[in-house]
């Protein structure tokens, strides 16, 4: 009995392994950062710092994304521009990050999902920019870091690799 349960429990471990072999990977480029729209945090979290927490959180949402993609294609990513939810204001002593429906978040970039070989199956340029961002949705990164940028860019995946993500 102990060897079978011994056997079953390697077994659903490695085929959890597998699955994440399987997936799909992402690489991102941030291009000429300096010049993007938005990219200032609060007082408390500034230049750098909060640069690398965006583009750590953001790069992060993109592998998620791109897991759902079929195995061994990679999706690759180049960020022309990024004007995130809100505008920073001075608010008495610091500086705040103020949401509010004037200020959506946009991302620029261009995209290729290349096959094992690295050719292209699919290449765009990408707009986005979410105006109604505020009203009647359910956030599903409630209490999340950028969480209506995330939003965004899972709406424009879904509609871009619906039929990639449907062969899976």
């Not at 471990?13 to 993007?36: G, H, I, P, Q, R």
């Not at 609060?42 to 993109?62: D, N, P, T, Y």
């Amino acid at each position: 009995m102990k060897k079978i349960f011994l056997l079953t429990t390697l077994l659903i471990t490695s085929l959890s392994f597998t699955t994440s072999v399987l997936a799909a990977k992402s690489e991102v480029t941030w291009t000429d950062y300096e010049s993007y729209t938005d990219i200032k945090g609060s007082q408390s979290l500034r230049g750098e710092k909060f640069r690398e927490s965006v583009f750590k959180a953001l790069e992060g949402h993109f592998a998620n994304l791109a897991a759902d993609l079929p195995e061994n294609e990679t999706l690759k990513i180049k960020v022309t521009n990024l004007d995130l939810a809100g505008d920073t204001r001075i608010g008495g002593i610091s500086d705040i990050r103020v949401i509010t429906e004037r200020y959506p978040p946009a991302i620029n970039f261009s995209y290729q999902l290349l096959d094992t070989k690295g050719n292209s199956i699919k290449s765009e340029d990408v707009e986005l920019r979410n105006v109604g961002y505020m009203t009647g949705r359910t956030l599903k990164y409630r209490n999340k870091i950028f969480a209506y940028e995330k939003e965004m860019l899972d709406e424009w995946f879904k509609s871009t690799f619906e039929d990639s993500i449907a062969k899976q």
